[in-house]
């Protein structure tokens, strides 16, 4: 205590703000819309491999609903991952920006 005797408190000031480099903006931008861009393509995927596997009546096109239910199942599977890529990368750019 004897060392601040004499002295003005210090101010409180909010320490400056630290800059992010370009790099950690774009790997915040990856990390934010890859998983969006991939959860779109599979829904869009599968729904298309739904869609032919009923337009034809021959049983020859069954494999290709059975393939829309495996890439929806990928992307059941797969949706810890992109979720928590998609959340990382959404901290990351509000660090960035503010």
Same mark, same amino acid.
């Given at each position: 205590? &004897?060392?601040?005797? @004499?002295? %003005?408190?210090?101010?409180?000031?909010?320490? $400056? =703000? !630290? $800059? !992010? &480099?370009?790099?950690?903006?774009?790997?915040? =931008?990856?990390?934010?819309?890859? %998983?969006?861009?991939?959860? *779109? #393509?599979?829904? *869009?995927?599968?729904?298309?491999?739904?869609?032919? #596997?009923?337009?034809? %009546? #021959?049983?020859?096109? &069954?494999? /290709? @609903?059975?393939? +829309? *239910?495996?890439?929806? @199942? +990928?992307?059941?599977?797969? &949706? %810890?991952? /992109? /979720? +928590?890529?998609? *959340? #990382?990368?959404?901290?990351?750019?509000? !660090?960035? =920006?503010?």
């Amino acid at each position: 205590m &004897s060392e601040f005797a @004499g002295y %003005p408190p210090q101010p409180n000031v909010p320490s $400056a =703000r !630290r $800059a !992010r &480099s370009r790099t950690y903006r774009v790997w915040a =931008r990856a990390l934010l819309w890859t %998983p969006i861009a991939l959860t *779109v #393509a599979g829904v *869009v995927l599968g729904l298309g491999l739904f869609a032919a #596997a009923d337009a034809d %009546p #021959a049983y020859g096109s &069954s494999a /290709l @609903g059975y393939l +829309g *239910v495996v890439v929806w @199942g +990928g992307l059941a599977v797969l &949706s %810890p991952v /992109l /979720l +928590g890529s998609f *959340v #990382a990368g959404l901290v990351m750019l509000i !660090r960035a =920006r503010g």
